[in-house]
């Protein structure tokens, strides 16, 4: 039986998952695997806490957006234990399955020279790539041109084999790193560096639909797993006139952006530590 890592964080206000997260996944995520929680908390103590296959790690709460960009950093410093693993894969801790879902569902395949597991986005499936979100900054080591791409991938679930995954951790640590010390944040932080790997290396993801991290507010009726909805903020109105420039802006200028990049011949570089 493969054996599995599931690496979970649930620093502040998102340790309320877990207690829901836990029997929902031991039941439906991968059951075929041997698998083990490797819960990432600054709360003193969790549920379950006690059961054989939970590890509580401290991991202290950092403000947004540290939170979601040093995620590397806390799977890194656990790497002697996870390396012991066949696979492993971070979940988002409002995360919840709708049903049992099996390895080979979900587990790279070796034999088509994947190591790693992504999930598309689904707002952006099957779209053009000139309108899915990446960083177009210039600036960010996860900056993607308008002539590159294909995926747009969600950050919320994604693994790989134990060397692969690691691997990714610290190649995307050393890229939000450089990003840091040049007072550079990625447009959508731990998500950008993900797109800007899967753009460089495509052939070594199993790219999956996004059933497997679909937005509880927008279900398509075949999902697997669930997004559960956190508290958010209200969006500002806005007028007649800004109304128009923000359609104009997602829908037009994408276009004008292409040519340019074509024009150009922007590319990106595939040069990285994987």
């Not at 997260?21 to 695997?33: G, K």
């Not at 049992?100 to 395949?109: F, K, N, S, W």
Request: charged share 25%; proline share 7%.
């Amino acid at each position: 039986m493969k054996t599995l890592a599931i690496l979970y964080i649930c620093t502040g206000p998102y340790a309320v998952f877990w207690h829901d997260f836990y029997p929902n996944f031991q039941a439906n995520f991968l059951p075929d695997c041997d698998r083990t929680f490797y819960v990432f908390t600054d709360a003193a103590h969790i549920d379950y806490e006690d059961a054989p296959d939970v590890r509580r790690i401290y991991q202290k709460a950092l403000p947004w957006p540290q939170s979601t960009m040093l995620r590397f950093d806390a799977f890194l410093g656990q790497a002697d234990a996870l390396q012991g693993y066949d696979y492993l894969f971070f979940a988002n801790a409002n995360l919840h399955c709708t049903r049992v879902i099996r390895a080979d569902e979900l587990l790279p395949d070796p034999a088509a020279g994947q190591s790693l597991t992504a999930v598309c986005h689904l707002p952006y499936y099957g779209k053009n790539p000139i309108f899915h979100p990446y960083d177009r900054s210039g600036k960010s080591r996860a900056s993607i041109p308008y002539s590159c791409g294909q995926y747009y991938v969600a950050g919320g679930l994604n693994g790989g084999t134990a060397a692969a995954y690691l691997a990714l951790c610290r190649e995307l640590k050393k890229r939000t790193d450089e990003d840091l010390q040049n007072n550079v944040i990625a447009r959508f932080h731990d998500e950008s560096q993900l797109n800007r790997l899967v753009a460089e290396t495509p052939e070594k993801f199993r790219i999956l639909p996004p059933d497997y991290c679909t937005p509880e507010e927008t279900p398509t009726g075949h999902e697997a797993i669930l997004v559960l909805e956190s508290v958010k903020g209200a969006a500002k109105p806005q007028n007649f006139f800004q109304r128009k420039w923000e359609a104009f802006r997602l829908n037009w200028l994408p276009y004008l952006w292409l040519a340019r990049d074509t024009l150009l011949r922007r590319r990106i570089d595939f040069k990285n530590d994987l």
